[in-house]
């Protein structure tokens, strides 16, 4: 227990508020529960942050990153914090102020070195941030971030919006193209950004921006132009089916060619795909997760015409039906020995439901295979209900081939190799 002492001074945790895009990974990666958030803001309790630094690694903006020194007995609270737009600049301190000793409130607890160590952990609830690596693949290309925020927003145009989905599906999924102009936007594969919706809550302020995976390559949509495109599913329902309107998703389904969006990012520095020619990508996905798996596949096909890329690609991609999967036609008719396609469909009239880890576990040969070569990289990316399961398809096709997962799933952290981004 710490002895309070007159005018010790801390250093406070805090989230930029400007930043911040309201993505919910702090709050998820925190083991010991001191972020949470209102409908404006993610705060930190001082009173229970330990300045383990596990939120830290997976903020894909940065927001996370912040320490203000305060006298300990006036820190910030989570009032103070739940009112603000903008940090606060740290204030002068008293000629009597003590530093905290070094190392003071910033040992982290058994439990949180235990979420580090042991690899299967995630298994036991932990969000996806334990299952992955929080470095990006050692040769990936350089990521630019947060070259818009809030206070310079970036202004894009509509080039097109389209349906990918039956009419008569109940999930409607827009491919929507955004041009910058001559507005530099640099991205890569795997990245994403925040749009702003217009309007205001109920509490009468402006809506937060909200994040998408980008679904294009870095030379954009449309090669060698300033664009990108977003792959966004209209939100009707909430998870237990109850009606909602999604605030954003609706917006953007119903921009026309030539409307203007708020747009601010990139965002990501280490959900990216490895740089050279000879890499190999197992893509596991559902639903619109499937933006950042067209990115890289795109990617890799307009580099395989040049002959500049002779990996091997894996997909693994769950939907209700195929009529209910993005991207479905264009996806089949990509040559079977440029990527080995695996459809999971859960609700097909004529198959038995299956899910992608079923399709994994079917598949574990071959995924052995790929994970044995220092080059493959893995990437999961959709519901957040998808990871445990991906992981324990992954643990079985290991330890089926009599291997240690715990080993393996060790060292593919470690190099960056397992990749995880679930919503």
């Known amino acids: 227990m710490t002895v309070e002492t007159p005018n010790r001074v801390i250093k406070q945790h805090l989230i930029d508020p400007e930043i911040c895009i309201r993505c919910n990974t702090c709050e998820e990666t925190c083991p010991i529960d001191a972020i949470t958030h209102d409908?404006?803001?993610y705060v930190v309790d001082v009173d229970i942050c330990n300045s383990c630094m596990a939120c830290v690694p997976p903020c894909p903006t940065g927001a996370i990153d912040n320490w203000l020194r305060v006298v300990a007995t006036d820190a910030y609270s989570l009032e103070d914090q739940f009112s603000w737009s903008e940090l606060p600049t740290e204030q002068e301190l008293p000629a009597d102020a003590v530093e905290a000793p070094a190392g003071e409130a910033a040992e982290a607890p058994q439990g949180v070195a235990a979420a580090e160590d042991d690899v299967n952990a995630e298994l036991e609830g932990l969000p996806s941030t334990a299952a992955g690596a929080s470095i990006p693949p050692w040769s990936a290309a350089h990521p630019y971030i947060n070259l818009y925020t809030h206070k310079?927003?970036?202004?894009?145009t509509v080039a097109g919006n389209y349906r990918l989905t039956d009419e008569d599906t109940d999930n409607a999924i827009h491919h929507i193209v955004l041009d910058f102009g001559e507005l530099p936007f640099p991205v890569l594969e795997g990245q994403s950004i925040a749009i702003f919706p217009p309007g205001t809550d109920e509490q009468g302020r402006a809506?937060?921006?909200r994040q998408y995976s980008i679904a294009s390559p870095r030379d954009g949509e449309r090669p060698n132009y300033n664009n990108l495109s977003l792959t966004v599913k209209r939100v009707t329902s909430d998870y237990d089916g109850?009606?909602?309107r999604g605030v954003c998703s609706n917006y953007l389904c119903d921009l026309q060619k030539g409307d203007k969006v708020k747009v601010i990012g990139p965002f990501g520095n280490t959900f990216l795909m490895p740089n050279l020619a000879h890499s190999n990508l197992i893509m596991i996905c559902t639903g619109?997760?499937?933006?950042?798996m067209r990115a890289m596949t795109e990617r890799c096909r307009r580099l395989t015409k040049n002959k500049a890329f002779n990996g091997k690609l894996m997909l693994f991609f769950g939907a209700r039906t195929e009529r209910e999967l993005p991207y479905f036609g264009p996806l089949m008719n990509l040559p079977k020995d440029f990527i080995d396609i695996?459809?999971?469909?859960?609700?097909?009239?004529d198959k038995p439901k299956r899910y992608v880890q079923d399709l994994i576990r079917e598949r574990a040969a071959e995924v052995l295979?790929?994970?044995d070569d220092a080059n493959t990289c893995i990437y999961v990316c959709g519901l957040k209900g998808m990871e445990t399961g991906v992981i324990e398809a992954l643990k079985d096709a290991v330890e089926g081939a009599g291997r240690n997962w715990p080993e393996v799933h060790a060292q593919l952290k470690s190099q960056g190799r397992l990749h995880f981004e679930t919503y």
């Open 288 to 292: 619109t997760g499937s933006a950042p």
């Open 207 to 209: 809506y937060h921006a």
């Open 369 to 371: 295979d790929l994970l």
């Open 342 to 349: 695996n459809l999971a469909l859960s609700r097909a009239s």
């Open 242 to 244: 109850k009606p909602v």
């Open 39 to 41: 409908s404006n803001n």
């Open 152 to 156: 310079n927003v970036a202004t894009a």
